[in-house]
């Protein structure tokens, strides 16, 4: 059998030899407020996303006591089958 050719591994770079980041080259104070307004901006969508889900079923649920009063959408919405009631 041939023996295989086995590649020798690569070397790891290390730290130092890395390029420097967005993240290693700005100021502590200016990632600090960065990561504030991501985090207010993060907040200020999730509770516009609430309000929008509790004004979208407050809608629906006036929808359905309006239609709940009409008699011709109840009898239109019912079941035809009145033998069952008798």
């Given at each position: 059998m041939a023996k295989k050719n086995r590649t020798a591994p690569?070397?790891?770079?290390e730290a130092a030899e890395k390029p420097a980041t967005l993240k290693d080259m700005l100021d502590p104070q200016v990632l600090a407020?960065?990561?504030a307004t991501t985090e207010t901006l993060k907040a200020s969508e999730t509770e516009r996303?609430?309000?929008e889900r509790q004004e979208r079923e407050a809608q629906r649920k006036a929808e359905q006591k309006?239609?709940?009063n009409?008699?011709?959408y109840l009898l239109e919405?019912?079941?035809m089958?009145?033998?069952?009631y008798k």
């Open positions: 690569l070397p790891r770079k407020k960065l990561k996303l609430e309000k309006r239609r709940d009409d008699f011709e919405h019912s079941e089958d009145w033998k069952k």
